[in-house]
């Protein structure tokens, strides 16, 4: 970096934008430090994204799942399944709390296992398999809720097991936590990195321009002067580097986003990223140039106080 | 220590400095410098001329003694009121201390835009500046395509474009023939008629009876023999009134 004091302008107290313009080093893009913004910026717009889509994914599963229970009737003989499910639906469609109750159609169940157990596997000379009613609580599904259920059944369907469905997907929850985590830690350590790759920048230029910076410090130049000349030069880099890490970091995602909608599963679907997810996006490369120009006026400010 | 005398721009008080641990290069300075007053530092190389300009333009701090300019302590100056300081100040360093990659006119108007001077208001003072340096012609070119004469006037330009309260010149006629530095010296006897107290570190005796009425400091291995009476109790004022002087 090179600081440029070119003709017409100032820097005393209370410049103006365009007088302070006037001072510092036009950006150059052949230096190190857009591209190293870029990349930081390109992967934190990743790494944002990814963290983003996974807490939409687990928000959707979570709204789908809360308040569903699966009713199993585990009878191997096919008439008493059928008569318990029976009894079991008109039972629970009755219950208070209960917002719907409905038997899943025996060519659902047979679609769920068929790719375990081979085509026609639910026929009753094979493996007997549960009648499924899924129902729908008003609330959450609580342990005390399916005691509730459980004891509202035991006449009418013995063998009827009561699940929470959000149960099932408590590990997968777990899991996108944990990515939702990772994702969080990433765009952290990618700012600290950026931060010290901006430090070190900024400490390079004021190793490189240590004379012109006396010259301007004994023509009375203030230390905020100094820093606002760095801190401007850093800015404009950083606007260069945030929009090419931007660019760079959308093409990405949604490249990622149509290979992962092609897969057509409800879940990956759900995780795609709305306008707010969007907007924070572009606001990562306004919080990377905030984070540079910061850096650097703080970085130059504590160098120029060992100065007289 | 002396007591301060009215109006003084600066006065040093048994001030001393040693670089780390070394010798003391400056020892026991004590003299009061008066506004509109037109001074002289004598010395052999190394008495330590340019180390007492550096106390002048405060880009070093004593290591004893006592320093007050324009009225207040500049030992005990907070930090961030010296730059005010320095900008009451022209400088005219021994090595230019031009900045190589600004052309001579945006050298010569650096003071005003820190000061933060409008274009407007340096547009014009600065090519009148650099004219009467002689130096019109160049007014675009950087210091490294200007000869060390030329680089001079630039500094000096930059030094005295700002009207100065006290020009402190550290060798500033060293690099041009002796027409431009009888030139340049008419243009520090002009400021200082307007009130600018002007101290010139030379080692050439002949420039010294160019200016009537200056009072000589003398330094001898960092210390100050008075040849003109500049550092007696109470000191000299100097012989004529300047203008827009109290």
Known sequence: ?308 | MNKPADGEIVQFDNVGLRYGAGREVLSDLSFTLFPGSFYFITGASGAGKTSLLKLLYLAQRPSRGMIRMFGADAITLPRERLPLMRRRMGVVFQDFRLVPHLSAFDNVALPLRIAGASEKEVTKPVRDMLDWVGLSERMDARPATLSGGEQQRVAIARAVIGRPEILVADEPTGNVDPDMAIKLLRLFEALNRLGTTVLVATHDLHLLQKVPDSLIMRLDKGRLTDPTGALRFPPRRPARAPQGVQ
């Open chain 1, 1 to 308: 970096m090179k600081l440029r004091l070119s003709s017409g302008g100032g820097v005393g107290n209370g410049l103006g934008g365009d007088a302070q313009a006037r001072l510092v080093p036009q950006a150059r893009l052949s230096g190190p430090m857009p591209w190293v913004i870029a990349i930081m910026v390109a992967l934190v717009v990743i790494a944002a994204a990814a963290g983003l889509s996974l807490r939409n994914t687990a928000k959707a599963a979570r709204a789908e799942l809360s308040g569903g229970v699966t009713v199993q009737i585990v009878e191997p003989d096919a008439a008493s399944r059928e008569r318990q499910a029976q009894a079991a639906l008109a039972q629970l469609t009755g219950l208070p709390g209960v917002v719907s109750a409905r038997r899943v159609p025996q060519d659902e169940v047979d679609a769920l296992i068929e790719p375990w157990l081979g085509e026609g596997s639910s026929d009753a000379d094979a493996i007997p398999v549960p009648a499924l009613i899924d129902a729908r609580l008003a609330g959450s599904v609580s342990p005390a809720e399916i005691a509730r259920l459980r004891g509202a059944l035991r006449g009418a369907a013995p063998a009827a097991r009561i699940d929470a469905q959000s149960d099932w997907l408590k590990p997968v929850f777990g899991a996108i936590e944990s990515l939702q985590w990772l994702a969080l830690a990433l765009v952290g350590l990618l700012g600290l990195a950026m931060a010290a790759a901006v430090l070190l920048a900024a400490r390079s230029a004021l190793g490189s321009n240590r004379e012109t910076i006396e010259i301007v410090h004994l023509l009375g130049g203030t230390d905020v002067q100094i820093a606002r000349i760095f801190q401007r030069s850093i800015g404009v880099d950083a606007v260069a580097g945030g929009a090419l890490g931007l660019a760079l970091g959308i093409v990405a995602v949604l490249f990622l986003a149509r290979r992962f909608a092609s897969l057509g599963a409800g879940l990956v679907d759900s995780g795609a990223l709305g306008i707010g997810g969007w907007l924070l996006l572009a606001l990562v490369p306004v919080a990377a140039v905030a984070l540079a120009m910061l850096t650097a006026r703080l970085s130059v400010l504590r160098a120029l106080r060992q100065m007289l």
